[in-house]
């Protein structure tokens, strides 16, 4: 906690004095949490070129690109299954017609999104198609010469090099070596699914890590499948198909190790592959963006909800993910309450943690079968110490998911039907472009798009309430600070 809250200062102090605080990236990228989108989650292996260009195409047309969702993933699949005689990866053919290169020039590059390769630190990847163990330098330089920003690396047919950390780390540091000598800034993304707690080693040689098994489009649903429960801080066998809730759990006693430039990785988005209902996807976008995990959406561009493109492009929300300073927001609550949804859960949960310029966020989650109200002292919200300077402080509340931020449907039916641009419709209102104005400057200057809507204020020593927190649903709010006094000072 005290490395993070360091790591945070500097950070924050660095981006306040215009400096990138790139010194604290082992390559010098991913200040800020990843974004963009990876064909795995809607598409599985069954992807081609055509499905890259039309979400590609969407990327930027529906504004997404400059909400800073830039790097599209090639999720496993992306070869031949084996290797050419002279043992180089081969591009697979039948999906990529005209050519990888062709395709990543101009669906990609063209369209000013980043290429982003997968392999497996193993002999094959999870999808049995030929990977990098053994031929690190040949393929980093293959994927280089692609044009290559970015780099998912999985753990399948590791061939028994992982079961401590330092098996783990040498097998990943062979390909963050091999990245490092093409000369291009690749950002190197380790999908070792929590394998031997790449949180404790993993942020000097690569920009973020997987901590659980794969996420599945469900909020809470246990599965054998994933066999570790949400309060299994290390699981030895990560599996797959893990719930919202599962990984959200899992992170809740690592988050203090992120810092910019390294990040845990909760896993790819759900939101928009219909398995959760609206405030599930609200929730889960809300945490995975608060925890700074990078956002990576994983559905299907093509026919996207109304609802579903107002959670993926709410400003407010994705202002506390690429925030400058680069701490997670740390769980300090969890109430078991007599009321358990279907699965056998029923707890709310408070989390909290500090925003650039001395500004917090707070959520509450309603992880129970009804809706409920839901209130909290200050000193809790703010880790339980009743001397804590936050919450001897008045602030003025802002919700984060009011209708300041969160796209009406109507609006967003006609921008999704390409009946009006989203830098059009409502004369502009939706159109945050973090490429033209950074986060740091929008929050800088007070834009409402990325404060959200005023609700109030709070006294100092006083209690926050949500009233009516829907099942499964969340409360998220910014504070901003009534007086400039303790500014900072908690971040010490
Ligand atoms: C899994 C990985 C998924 C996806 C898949 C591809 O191991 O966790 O995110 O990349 O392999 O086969």
Known sequence: MRQNRVFALIASCLSELGLAASGLSYNGLNLSPQMGWDTYNAYALNYNETTIRDNANLLVSLGFRDLGYKVVIFDDAMTEQNRSSNGTLVENAAKFPNGLKNLVDSAIHGNGLLFGAYSSAGRWTCGGYSASLGHEQADAAWWASLGADYLKYDNCYNEGNSGTPQLSEHRYALMSNALNSTGRNIVYSLCNWGDDKPWEWASTISNSARISGDIYDQFDRPTTSCPCGPNEYYCEVPGYACSVLNILGKASVITSKNQPGYFNDLDMLEVGNGGMTYDEYKTHFSMWAAIKSPLIMGNKLTGL??????????????????DPNGAAISRQLVEQVNDKDKWGFGEVQVWSGGLYGGDQVVAYINAANTTRTISCSLVDVFGGISTNENAQEAWQLYDLW??????????????????????AVDNGKWYYNASQTSWAEGLAQNSSLLLGTPVGTVSAGGSLTAQNVPPHGIQLWRLKSMSQMARKRDEL
């Open 305 to 322: 909800s109304p609802e579903d493109y107002g959670i993926l492009t709410n400003p407010a929300v994705i202002a506390l993910n690429q």
């Open 402 to 423: 009011g209708n300041e931020t969160v796209i009406p449907t109507s609006s967003a039916a006609m921008v999704i039907n390409g009946t009006v641009s989203i830098e």
